[in-house]
């Protein structure tokens, strides 16, 4: 079935450090899956971060850098420096058009960012 | 901040007793998803609609959930009978019709503590 995987968190990092939160798919049932990063800030509410809908193309938002990896199957999202407002949990999800049935989110990475 | 809205953010019930969450989507979409988030931070889609219409539920909403998406007023998802497994994390979100990115816009969530 679609499943998708991500780094078990929590994740700790300090502020200007680089960061890497892993996430993995498998797409059984869905031809070209949409992939998505979701993010929920303390306090707020799921929301997008950044998509990619074709392979090969890399999203970025906020200083955040995902690559849709068709070889590998993977989605990585990636910065170079976080900062402590970075601190949050963050969602790998895959979809196809409306058919939000088929939006498949990772258990999501906890990130802390120290001062 | 969310333009999804939820309500109420909190709700306490016993076993047996019906628990029932509102939302409000964002304006201009007609599509409105409830996904119940667990806390394992599983997201489980339970049901969609476009417009009045329901799309997709799942068995479980199907036999113990009401659902409803009535025009000029707020969707809303109703356990009929709580059981201590439904403490979760309910998720509304919208999104536009048509073939699109797949992406959603959630509300804080209605979190359900089943005594």
């Known amino acids: 079935g679609d499943s998708v995987t991500q780094t078990e968190g929590p994740v700790t990092v300090s502020e200007s450090e680089s960061l890497i939160i892993n996430c993995t798919y498998s797409?059984?049932?869905?031809?070209?899956?949409?992939l998505f990063w979701y993010v929920r800030y303390p306090g707020e509410g799921l929301q997008l971060l950044l998509k990619v809908i074709t392979a090969g193309q890399k999203g970025s938002s906020r200083g955040f850098e995902a690559t849709y990896n068709k070889e590998t199957t993977s989605f990585h999202l990636q910065k170079a420096s976080v900062q402590e407002s970075d601190s949050a949990v963050y969602y790998c999800a895959l979809g196809r058009g409306t058919n939000a049935y088929k939006v498949i989110f990772g258990k999501g990475t906890h990130l802390h960012v120290l001062p | 901040n969310s333009k999804v809205i939820q309500t109420p953010r909190y709700l306490v019930k016993g076993q047996g007793q019906k628990a029932k969450m509102r939302c409000i989507p964002e304006?201009?979409?007609?599509?409105v998803f409830w996904y119940q988030q667990n806390k394992n931070n599983e997201f489980k889609f339970l049901i969609n609609f476009q417009n009045q219409e329901v799309l997709q539920q799942i068995d479980m909403t199907e036999k113990r959930f009401s659902a409803e998406c009535p025009s000029n007023s707020p969707c809303s998802l109703e356990i009929q009978s709580s059981e201590a497994g439904d403490s979760a994390l309910y998720l509304c979100a919208s999104s536009l019709a048509g073939a699109n990115t797949g992406q959603l816009y959630f509300g804080e969530g209605s979190k359900l503590t089943v005594l």
């Open positions: 304006k201009g979409h007609p599509v």
């Open positions: 797409a059984t049932s869905i031809a070209y899956p949409n």
